[in-house]
């Protein structure tokens, strides 16, 4: 498989999800690296990232699906990998050319079901999402979600949690920093990039919160109601120190 993603959390939990269901897959981080790599290699199916610099999936789809780039397979199948769950984000895919759609978090199980709707798979191993204990922070952090990431191996480790967290510990003061000044200086676009970008990281740990309040500050940013981009981008402050609270708790009681 090809995988395009520009968020280094999501690369690696998709690149040991796939490991898991036994499948390969090379990593590019943005829709131009795909069409180059698309052209060189050949591929059963593309995990497409909808927002991405330089070429975002839905661009890198069209081309694909135009039939007009050499070498590259216009009938790829094609999986959207989004943060947007919404009905109209859905169609959007499907209109660019898309197969099928998934949302951030990744799920294993949701996983290998787009990838059977697609015609691979059959003989993909049939794994279940295993439910995990309850926790007070549940309303902030997903069970499921960090359930998976525990039992993924790590980079460096056993288990890939520890390292998710140590990501978004040490990036997560510049990227709300960058976020704040960005409102200041009244630089919507870069304002919705950056969110979007945020929206992405933290799916990887589950911490649906701060992804909800980080693409409301996009959309929000997307629609120049800077009113609303101050209410916004509080709101996901405010949620964010209330995912740090979470983490701790979490790192205590996994020690």
Known sequence: LLMAEDNLANQVVGRMLLARLGLQVDIVDNGAAALARLAGDTYDAVLMDCQMPVMDGYEATRRIRA????GINPTVPIIAVTAYAMREDR???LEAGMDDYISKPIRVAELRAALVRCGLGCELPAIGEIPAAPSSDAGILDPRTLHSARTLPGVNGPSLLPELIAQHLASEPAALAALTESVRDGDLPKLAEQ???LAGEVAALGA?????????LERAARASDVGRVQHRLAALLAEAARLRGALGRLKLSDS
Request: glycine share 10%; proline share 0%.
């Open 67 to 70: 039939g007009a780039l050499r």
């Open 91 to 93: 169609g959007r895919c």
């Open 208 to 216: 649906l919160t701060v992804r909800d309040a980080a693409l409301e």
């Open 195 to 197: 969110a979007h970008s």
